[in-house]
């Protein structure tokens, strides 16, 4: 997962996420049947490709994608509350990374 779901995980619940963002390679159907999801245009999750096969495990949470896509993602949302967080992230995980 990415962005605010990472965020929410990696600063302790900080965050709640309101969008969620995942990044896989499995089918559409192989994820609906996995998670329990249900289509929906307005919906909160967005499912990324990830740009390569294999992506690191963020620290301390092995389901998150690497701190700097997650710190990518809160910046890029232009909401002013996840730029707030990222400024946090960016402090404990790549400035100064653990």
């Known amino acids: 997962m990415g962005g605010e779901p990472a965020a929410h995980l990696l600063l302790a619940g900080y965050l ?3 969008f969620f963002t995942l ?4 089918t559409r159907p192989a994820l609906m049947r996995q998670l329990g999801l249900v289509p929906d245009p307005t919906g909160n999750v967005e ?7 294999t992506l690191p495990a963020a620290p301390a949470a092995p389901n998150c994608v690497p701190p ?3 710190y990518a993602d809160l910046i890029l949302s232009g909401d ?3 730029h707030e967080v990222a400024d946090q992230f960016y402090a404990r995980y790549l400035q100064h990374p653990a």
């Open 80 to 82: 002013a509350r996840n």
């Open 68 to 70: 700097l896509l997650v």
């Open 23 to 26: 990044y896989s390679l499995a």
């Open 16 to 18: 709640q996420p309101e």
């Open 47 to 53: 499912v990324r490709v990830p740009f390569t096969q």
